[in-house]
T-cell receptor, first 113, second 112 residues
Framework: QQQVKQSPQSLIVQKGGISIINCAYE??????FPWYQQFPGKGPALLIA?????SEKKEGRFTISFNKSAKQFSLHIMDSQPGDSATYFC????????????FGGGTRVLVKP | EAGVTQSPTHLIKTRGQQATLRCSPI?????VYWYQQALGLGLQFLLW???????NRGNFPPRFSGRQFPNYSSELNVNALELEDSALYLC???????????FGPGTRLLVL
């Protein structure tokens, strides 16, 4: 049962462009939504995170938009750079269900120079 | 501040054997989580330990087990290895039950 659906599976963007990754969830008990960036052969690194009482959060070139009523959230990477080429995972946490993170399937982003 | 460390980086075993993977959390973190990242299956939650106790378990068979030591480091044991256990095993830690989990580089387990 996939509780967090992530799209697209892969994405190619030109340098300087905008990368947009979307996630949707069903469980309204989720209370924390982090995004992780993973390079080949490495563990996921926390990129940015948001709580459902906030509609948008920006950190540098990375922005999360959160739509609680639609149960959707998205990651925008502005001015994409070749160094942003990685796999991105959205996740959601249900504290009452034991603090585990439920991950989306991942999006492989390739930024072309 | 040192990050989460895991050992070994790579492990090769044969079917039926046992594997032991180790994790040291960030200093000050008391919670340790284990995830499996198998090819094509994304990250799946395995186990959560906090203050030496198993707090939650994912949908994995009992041959996946572990423990947390008094210094908060943790060990994941996989018994009776099967080919489909081949995956990257990731450990994460957090300060208590706070939201943010920080991941280690993982142990890549290959079962032949």
């Amino acid at each position: 049962q996939q509780q967090v659906k992530q799209s697209p599976q892969s994405l190619i963007v030109q340098k300087g462009g905008i990368s947009i990754i979307n996630c949707a969830y069903e469980n309204t008990a989720f209370d924390y939504f982090p995004w992780y960036q993973q390079f080949p052969g490495k563990g996921p690194a926390l990129l940015i995170a948001i709580r459902p009482d906030v509609s948008e959060k920006k950190e540098g070139r990375f922005t999360i938009s959160f739509n609680k009523s639609a149960k959707q959230f998205s990651l925008h990477i502005m001015d994409s750079q070749p160094g942003d080429s990685a796999t991105y995972f959205c996740a959601a946490r249900d504290k009452a269900a034991g603090n585990k993170l439920t991950f989306g399937g991942g999006t492989r982003v390739l930024v072309k120079p | 501040e040192a990050g989460v460390t895991q050992s070994p980086t790579h492990l090769i075993k044969t079917r039926g054997q046992q594997a032991t993977l180790r994790c040291s959390p960030i200093s000050g973190h008391t919670s340790v989580y284990w995830y499996q990242q198998a090819l094509g299956l994304g990250l799946q939650f395995l186990l959560w330990y906090d203050e030496g106790e198993e707090r939650n378990r994912g949908n994995f068979p009992p041959r996946f087990s572990g423990r947390q030591f008094p210094n908060y480091s943790s060990e994941l044991n996989v018994n009776a290895l099967e080919l489909e256990d081949s995956a990257l095993y990731l450990c994460a830690s957090s300060r208590g039950i706070q939201e943010t989990q920080y991941f280690g580089p993982g142990t890549r387990l290959l079962v032949l």
